[in-house]
């Protein structure tokens, strides 16, 4: 699934009650949602997009950022967060490029923000093109920071990008294998039982935070279950840590995605995390 099917086929659902748990994207019909049979795990492409901004200037104070980003609702919705970041600090991007995913080179993006002197690039695309830019810029000698989207903290990304991968910043709203929390850290162990040969990563963790929920929801229904008594039973989590992603806050009038988000560092094929939850 993704941001621009997973909007299209929510009036589906709403139509027949079925629940919906952890709809990946970020658009606000599935990360803070106003249909009462949807919930949301993951944030908003805005509140990405203006987390990557504000690392870029916060922490490594750069001074001309430029935007890397996927031709769809699911880029879109990051960069206009990362762009509203920047026009709050009277700033503009010194260069913004896009791709789609059918794109294999990406060497004239990487040209033309490479033209602008961008010392920083958010990077709002899948794990695919990320490599792509990382590998062309090292190629090209160019060494600005990238600051990345979540996908490409998946361990897909080392395998495609190699050692030109090391210093690049992720947010975190999906655990990372390298996470000291104990939920995090059983979820890795079910997986290595179950599933020896697949690694833990942005994926896998992102399957599981669904499940994890969903089982919760089925132990609070009761033996008789409904998609309604499902409904009101998620709606009875409250306060509620998956582990694998940020602890949420659900209730009759709130199904949205936690706020928070965390940040790694990647260094010689693993994360190493700054920032948790």
């Avoid at 967060?81 to 913004?96: N, Q, T, V, Y």
């Avoid at 690039?121 to 794990?127: R, S």
């Avoid at 979820?187 to 697949?198: N, Q, V, W």
């Avoid at 309604?228 to 840590?241: D, K, M, V």
Wanted: aromatic share 8%; hydrophobic share 40%.
């Amino acid at each position: 699934m993704s941001t621009a099917a997973g909007a299209s086929y929510i009036p589906f659902l709403v139509r027949r009650g079925v629940p919906l748990i952890n709809p990946i994207g970020g658009h606000q019909k599935l990360k803070a949602p106003k249909d009462r049979n949807v919930f949301g795990l993951l944030p908003l492409g805005e509140r990405n997009g203006e987390s990557l901004a504000q690392y870029a200037l916060d922490v490594l104070k750069a001074k001309r950022v430029a935007i890397f980003n996927q031709n769809d609702k699911f880029g879109t919705d990051i960069r206009d967060g990362a762009f509203d970041e920047l026009k709050k600090r009277g700033m503009k991007p010194a260069a913004e490029t896009t791709y789609v995913p059918s794109d294999v080179d990406v060497s004239a993006q990487v040209a033309s923000m490479r033209k602008a002197n961008a010392d920083a690039v958010i990077c709002a695309c899948i794990t695919k093109h990320g490599a792509l830019l990382i590998k062309e810029a090292q190629k090209l000698n160019w060494k600005p920071h990238f600051v990345a989207l979540n996908t490409m903290g998946d361990p897909i990304a080392a395998d495609l990008t190699g050692p030109a991968l090391d210093g690049t910043i992720i947010n975190l709203f999906v655990a990372v294998d390298t996470m000291k929390h104990p939920k995090v850290q059983e979820a890795t162990r079910i997986l290595a039982k179950y599933y020896p040969k697949t690694k833990p990563g942005y994926w896998t963790y992102m399957g599981m935070a669904g499940a994890i929920v969903f089982v919760e929801g089925l132990k609070r229904a009761g033996k008789d279950v409904s998609r309604q008594s499902f409904i009101e039973a998620l709606e009875s989590l409250g306060n509620f840590e998956p582990g694998v992603v940020p602890p949420v806050k659900w209730d009759r009038k709130n199904h949205g995605s936690a706020n928070v988000i965390g940040f790694a560092n990647w260094q010689g094929g693993k994360l190493q995390v700054l920032k948790g939850w």
